[in-house]
């Protein structure tokens, strides 16, 4: 208040500092001073503040014969709540509690007085969708990824419909560290809605990354191929096995399973990443094909189908191998999403699925583990990317196909 009107309580309007050429007031000793405004203090009135502490209670001081509207940097002009507090009531909306809910839970907490309302609570959680709809516009030209996984999880959004898919993209970049990048509603995981969330990741300056991690949806096979073409895939191999072991009898079960796994398992061999390994993982492949084939013919045509991309990961860093050969990372945080449909039943609309499917992922992102980066790591991977993403003209030349010649008879 004493900056606002430019001079301490109880001094006179009239005992203002001189003003210079300038017309700039200028102190006694010469710096330059606050500038005089007309009006004078006029008493205060109590206001409450709800924070996460409970209600406080701070004497905001009155003006009287000022044109200019005082406020403060601390408190504003309508502030009843701290950032805190609407930080909160967004966390215990995220983790599963309905408006209600959260509004009954902080009057039980932090009293009465510290209660809001479930408009105010539903108006609070509005900044959720504010926060995704910038998100979802950020430029991408800044990231760049090693890895990118991709999967959807489906919920009821639209009345009478059944559920949808919310596709998702996220992924670890060169310095290892895990970067959500993308969120949005389809109508199904069909290969036009795959390849038009690539896209708009990539027409947002988004690299294409070394190596693409998904289930294997067709759809989403073929949009890969599609729009991230030079980039290398790995079909999921906990989505794999599942595929090959439905189609087993419970008596066998737990044996193909095991050696489903063991195909995969390169602890024990002293062989680099690369071709070598790939190779020596394809034969394993070959030898549990070829024991399985008479008694499961279904399971091991699933386990040959695409078998190229179930090997893409052994050309990497081998202390990446155990993260990059699946994309479960993200089922765990879209199962908390699905927790929280249970308390509302179904969304009202495909705006709340989405807000509420960011608010609890972009949320857990923040606790994703990095993977480890060495020099040695980093050197793999910078050459990868040059030998896949930004192969010379020679090899331009070389993957080209051929061109078709017409040799008539002018020619």
Not at 117 to 145: F, N
Not at 245 to 268: A, G, M, N
């Amino acid at each position: 208040m004493d900056e606002f009107l430019g001079r301490a309580r109880y001094q006179r309007a009239d005992a203002a500092p001189a003003q210079d050429d300038d017309g700039q007031d200028v102190a006694a000793d010469g710096p330059v001073a606050p500038v005089v405004r007309a009006g004078h203090r006029n008493g205060h009135r109590e206001v409450t503040i709800k924070t996460t502490s409970g209600p406080v209670k701070v004497k905001k001081p009155k003006l009287r014969g000022t044109s200019e509207k005082f406020a403060s940097r601390l408190f504003g002009t309508t502030v009843t709540r701290t950032n805190a507090l609407e930080s909160l009531v967004i966390a215990s909306f995220v983790r599963g509690l309905s408006t209600r809910d959260v509004q009954n839970t902080l009057a039980e907490a932090l009293g009465s007085d510290a209660a809001l309302s479930k408009s105010t609570v539903s108006g609070i959680c509005q900044a959720i969708r504010t926060e995704y709809d910038a998100w979802r516009e950020r430029d991408l030209s800044g990231v760049t990824l090693d890895y990118l996984f991709i999967d959807a999880s489906h919920f009821r959004m639209h009345p009478k419909a059944p559920a949808e898919p919310v596709l998702a993209a996220w992924g670890i970049d060169t310095d290892g560290r895990p970067v959500f990048i993308g969120l949005e509603a389809a109508g199904s995981e069909s290969h036009d809605a795959w390849a038009g969330f690539l896209q708009g990741l990539l027409d947002r300056g988004l690299e294409a990354p070394l190596l693409v991690i998904s289930d294997g949806g067709s759809g989403l096979i073929s949009a890969c191929e599609f729009a991230l073409g030079r980039s290398l895939r790995q079909r999921c191999l906990i989505h794999k096995c599942r595929n090959v072991t439905s189609k087993v009898s419970r008596h066998d079960l737990e044996q193909v399973k095991k050696e489903f796994w063991e195909i995969f398992d390169t602890s024990e061999l002293s062989i680099p990443p690369g071709q070598r390994l790939v190779e020596t993982v394809q034969r394993r492949i070959d030898a549990f094909a070829a024991k399985w084939e008479k008694t499961y013919p279904a399971a091991v045509k699933s386990l040959l189908t695409d078998r190229s991309s179930l090997t893409a990961y052994l050309r990497f860093p081998a202390e990446h191998h155990k993260r990059i050969r699946h994309s479960n990372f993200i089922e765990r945080t879209f199962g908390e999403t699905r927790r929280r449909v249970k308390v509302i039943g179904r969304f009202p609309g495909e705006t709340s699925c989405v807000s509420l499917a960011f608010a609890v992922l972009s949320r857990a992102a923040t606790g994703w583990r990095g993977f480890t980066t060495t020099p040695a790591t980093v050197r793999q991977l910078e050459r990868m990317r040059r030998d896949l993403l930004h192969p010379t003209e020679t090899e331009v030349i070389h993957l080209a196909p051929p061109a078709r010649v017409s040799l008539t008879k002018a020619a």
